[in-house]
């Protein structure tokens, strides 16, 4: 219930509020409304017929509504009155608490009336209920939403260009969306890019980081620290890589190859090492959320490239063998955080259009920082360690 009290909750109806569990969620939103009383909730209760409990709950900002939610006259009758007391800001959540349960009854001895009844109530009363659909009124509490709200900082690595941008852009508009919780977005780079710049605001801030700079690295840490203060760090996204065209293994220099593990291997490990107590204390602060972004994550950005099982020519030898061996570090960082709260995933982002993709590449950037965020807002513990592509579909090593 923790995780509750940090979203913008406007209104919560509750079915099955006269006793047990549905009551105690109407006192738990009560007493929540006494300690932020300038942003109370209002929490509608319904059941049929109202306890002398519950009577002495009901106040300014808790409502009582007549429901049967086996009857569909009175379920519409409902959504009048709650769409009424709502308005036009609609219901946030909605609680199907209403049930019931006969005698603990084999199947031999359970009569078809107790079958019916107990359907009526528990399956075909939730059913009705979703009439609460109507008239502008929504409810979505998915995890989805958990994250969205609950993410308070992202820090992106390659910002000054191609996907790291477009992910800074998409953050930006999220913030003029949701301003009253805004995200901070801190955009790392070796250059500040004239694009960049201009996004830079209140709560987008630069970072001047070479990922293959141990120092350079940690006086970054320094900074992010005291932007994010004492909430931590939710989201690191190792954005930052570089790929040399065309060459394959007798055609690559083992400079090349150094040089391109050093920037696609090396720098995303240090910078998780390095910032892992920023994670870590974000986990912290969010214990009582699921592990997922909204707690604390780390998204390295691979390719599908770096597929062992699909390789079929030796086109960008390097930048296949860095992204391969950045899915076993994710693997490796995965296994070692979990404990900590953190997850840790390996994305392919799709062929995209930009300095590094080409010309040819069917995808924009904002398309696939589109798939990008989906998977940001969808991961979960299962998918901890994975190397995923659009829709957290697995991807073969």
């Known amino acids: 219930m923790k995780v509750l009290q940090q979203f913008p909750i406007k209104s919560v109806l509750v ?27 209002k929490v509608i209760s319904s059941s049929i017929g109202l306890s002398s409990e519950l009577n002495d709950l009901l106040s300014e900002h808790i409502f009582h509504v007549e429901l049967n939610v086996t009857d569909t006259k009175s379920v519409s009758a409902a959504v009048q009155k709650v769409s009424d007391i709502v308005g036009n800001d609609g219901l946030n959540l909605l609680i199907n608490n209403a049930a019931i349960m006969h005698d603990d009854k084999g199947v031999l001895d359970c009569s078809d009336q107790a079958m019916k009844e107990t359907f009526d109530v528990n399956v075909t009363g939730p059913l009705s209920v979703r009439n609460f659909q109507i008239k502008s009124i929504h409810y979505h509490f998915s995890m989805k939403v958990l994250q969205k709200f609950l993410i308070k900082s992202v820090l992106v690595t ?38 960049l710049e201009d996004m830079l605001s209140e709560h987008v801030y630069h970072v001047g980081l070479e990922v293959t700079d141990n120092m350079s690295v940690q006086a970054a840490v320094k900074i992010v620290s005291d932007i994010v203060g004492a909430d931590g760090l939710n989201l690191l996204i190792n954005n930052a890589a570089i790929m040399q065209h065309g060459k394959g293994v007798l055609g690559c220099s083992d400079q090349e190859m150094k040089e391109t593990l050093t920037v696609n291997v090396i720098g995303p490990h240090s910078v998780v090492n390095n910032f892992h107590p920023l994670l870590k204390l974000a986990a912290e602060c969010n214990s009582d959320t699921p ?59 799709g062929w995209v259009r930009t300095d590094l993709g080409g010309p040819r590449a069917p995808l924009s950037t904002k398309e696939s920082v589109e798939d990008i965020m989906h998977m940001i807002t969808h991961c979960t513990e299962e998918h901890n360690g994975m190397y995923v592509r659009k829709n957290l579909v697995s991807e073969p090593y």
């Open 158 to 195: 390659g910002a000054n260009r191609g996907i790291g941008l477009e992910l800074v852009r998409y953050f930006v508009e999220q913030n003029k969306q949701h301003h009253e919780q805004p995200v901070k977005v801190i955009s790392c780079s070796r250059r500040l890019s004239p694009e």
């Open 291 to 349: 592990l997922s972004c909204a707690r604390a994550a780390v998204f390295n950005i691979s390719s599908e490239l770096g597929s062992i099982q699909n390789t079929k020519n030796s086109f960008t030898t390097a930048y296949r063998v860095s992204k391969a061996a950045l899915n076993m570090l994710t693997k490796c960082q995965a296994s070692d955080f979990i404990k900590d709260g953190i997850i840790c995933l390996s994305v392919h982002p």
């Open 15 to 41: 079915t099955g509020c006269n006793r047990g569990i549905g009551l105690e969620l109407i006192k738990y939103f009560a007493e929540q409304n006494k300690e932020k009383n300038d942003q109370p909730v």
